[in-house]
């Protein structure tokens, strides 16, 4: 059986402020213990986002990739992604919309409704730690995360949308 | 083999162009082509930025923890950086001889890691290029579109990759951070039931992977003038090969072929490469440029990959990855291949032998065996070296008697190569820019020669609107008078 809710981070913890994805994964993952919500959600980690993490999404109700940002509004950004053309050519990793295409592609269906959470970072090389701001930030994304999950609801989650 | 355009004699007289970076591929590059008034192509050189922290990063740490952390170098392919960690410390553990579940398993983690990484740079990476020209739309140069005009091509690539990634996870432990090899062995075998899932999936993953044999095959017989010539330049090729010569990318020695063919050493132990090799520091490069001690750094520079791999072995012990080898030779003729394009070939060919040495070890009754871990004599001092999906990865360290590390020193597949895309590049200016004005077609030619080479540049940082692209023409007073700006949404503007 399937978690209806998808939390997909995105990050390398030994690159300073690319940990925020993961850390926040494993703050949410105690959480949702806590709350008894386990069975609803599946939390899944990556260093990158690629071409076969459209199988991930297949039978979801809800996704949200946690990412962190060079230049994102601070603390963090909430939006929603949808499958669009926009040519992804930078790089082997994949944005949140190349693979949504990528989705529709593989399934001939409409992808799952899927969200965003960017947290700001200010440094990324290697061996550091996170940055006080970053830390700040990963701080207010829990809450925010939290608020989420209580109410893991299209609708909701649409009406908290920056 | 005295690279040319490596350095213009005036270059304060000519207009600079720059690419930075370089697109799809990993971490930064940039090109830069210095052109006169005519737009005479006098110098071009290919920057990598490589990140030279690892040492820094490694040193220090218990050895035993070396392993994982080494996953953490690089997120495009941390399991041959977590494979030749564990090689070069099992001599510390003084595991001469792992078990035979050990070996298997390592085996069975580094093909689905070169299963993945290979369909990965073919379907995702390169066949926008391939299917549809260099210089076509570049809105459609792209996966996406790749999945519209090829949609079975593109669901194709998309399970192959998550089939590697399977056996990964099975073997490894966890989809990233695995912990699966560690010195002396590995922690765990296949269950049954693991060993019966990535079974039922296993014969389709051959089918498809002969077939795309086929397909880059096909390519190059169907347009042999741009095949065979694209960037092509002569060079030495280095490689591990089996100890009974044939294809073997996880243990061996090392042989070394010039640009003829002809066999310049052979049966190296690789515990010994600092007596072969050296590398050369460039004032204008921050990634290092290895050589060929005995021939010095202007003769002997080399590549490393699949078309160094394929053209080095003496055969394939997989029979249909054996009957594409010969297809390759016998198309190359009596020299080896030396265009660029032929990486593409000769990755799939890899690709299909790493899919059937996985049907193999699936039906060995070892790789669901009990006994994981060898030792011996301690050590303080060990080299790994494995055939990553780039090319030959070595690790080397020596560890204290408190089991600290107290030197690291790592040589990627990329920067083994890099002598060879900055020729590559070269030849691609050559061949494409003179004359002409630049245009993001053809500034896609000088990225598609680097892209051959599939180099991973050391960034695992993924992090939103972080690799911006930027084209300047600029001129001798570094005044910018033309340039192209491509950003992380991938649209394209103009720059004043």
Request: glycine share 8%.
């Amino acid at each position: 059986m399937v978690a209806p809710v998808l939390l997909f981070a995105i990050g390398n913890e030994s690159r300073g402020d690319d940990a925020l994805g993961p850390l926040l994964l494993r703050e949410l993952n105690a959480y949702l213990v806590e709350s008894g919500l386990s069975g609803q959600v599946e939390l899944l980690e990556e260093y990158q986002l690629q071409i076969e993490h459209a199988i991930d999404m297949q039978e979801r109700e809800l996704v949200l990739f946690i990412d962190a940002g060079m230049d994102t509004e601070a603390p963090f950004t909430f939006s929603t992604a949808k499958a669009n053309d926009v040519p992804m050519l930078y790089s082997h990793a994949l944005a949140p919309e190349a693979l949504l295409k990528v989705y529709t592609q593989l399934y001939q269906e409409k992808p799952p409704a899927v969200f965003i959470l960017c947290i700001r970072g200010e440094r990324f090389e290697l061996g550091e730690g996170l940055s006080p701001q970053a830390e700040e930030h990963l701080e207010l994304a829990l809450a925010f995360s939290k608020k989420l999950l209580m109410n893991a609801e299209v609708d909701t989650w649409n009406g908290l949308l920056n | 083999m005295s690279p040319s355009l490596e350095t213009a004699t005036h270059p304060e007289n000519l207009r600079r162009v720059a690419i930075d970076p370089v697109s799809r591929v990993e971490g930064h590059g940039k090109v830069t082509i210095l052109l006169d008034e005519d737009n005479k192509v006098h110098q071009v050189r290919l920057h990598i930025v490589e990140f030279r922290g690892f040492e820094k990063f490694i040193q220090g740490r218990p050895y035993w923890e070396v392993p994982v952390m080494v996953q953490r170098l690089c997120g495009i392919c941390p399991v041959s950086h977590h494979l030749a960690a564990s090689k070069a410390l099992d001599a510390i553990v003084g595991a001469n001889h792992l078990t035979p579940t050990a070996e298997k398993m390592r085996r069975l983690m580094h093909y689905g890691q070169i299963l993945q990484s290979h369909a990965l740079h073919f379907f995702h990476l390169s066949s926008p290029d391939l299917l549809f020209g260099f210089d076509s739309e570049v809105s459609k140069r792209n996966i996406v579109g790749v999945a519209e005009i090829h949609p079975d091509t593109a669901r194709r690539g998309v399970l192959l990759r998550k089939f590697g990634q399977e056996v990964i996870r099975h073997t490894a432990g966890k989809r990233i951070h695995g912990t699966g090899a560690v010195p002396g062995g590995v922690n765990k075998s296949l269950s049954i039931a693991e060993r019966d899932e990535l079974l039922k999936d296993i014969y389709q993953i051959v089918s498809w992977s002969r077939d795309a044999v086929h397909l880059i095959k096909q390519m190059h017989h169907q347009n042999p003038e741009l095949y065979n010539s694209f960037g092509a330049f002569r060079a030495n090729f280095m490689s591990m090969v089996g100890l009974d010569g044939g294809l073997d990318l996880y243990h061996g020695h090392l042989r070394g072929r010039d640009d003829s063919g002809n066999i310049m050493f052979d049966g190296v132990d690789y515990q010994n490469y600092t007596q072969l090799i050296a590398e050369e520091v460039k004032n204008w490069s921050y990634m290092k440029f290895p050589y060929l001690k005995s021939l010095g750094p202007e003769k002997g520079w080399y590549r490393v990959g699949p078309m160094s791999r394929i053209q080095n072995c003496d055969f394939i012990s997989t029979p249909l990855a054996e009957v594409e080898r010969r297809d390759f030779i016998a198309y190359s003729g009596v020299m080896p291949m030396h265009a660029p394009l032929g990486y593409h070939w000769a990755r799939m060919i890899e690709m299909l032998h790493a899919a059937e040495m996985i049907k193999d070890l699936l039906h060995d009754t070892d790789i669901t065996g009990s006994e994981l871990m060898a030792s011996g004599e301690r050590g303080s001092e060990g080299v790994g070296v494995i055939e990553a999906p780039r090319g030959t990865l070595i690790h080397h360290y020596r560890v204290d008697e408190n089991d600290l590390v107290t030197m690291c020193n790592l040589i990627v597949s990329t920067t083994h190569n890099n002598q060879a895309m900055n020729e590559a590049v070269r030849r691609v200016a050559q061949q494409y820019l003179h004359g002409h004005e630049i245009t993001e077609g053809l500034l896609n030619h000088i990225e598609v020669a680097v892209r051959a080479f599939d180099p991973c540049l050391s960034c695992a940082t993924h992090a939103l609107g972080k690799m911006p692209l930027e084209v300047e023409v600029v001129n001798d007073a570094g005044e910018r008078l033309s340039g192209l700006s491509r950003s992380s949404d991938g649209s394209v503007c103009h720059l004043n």
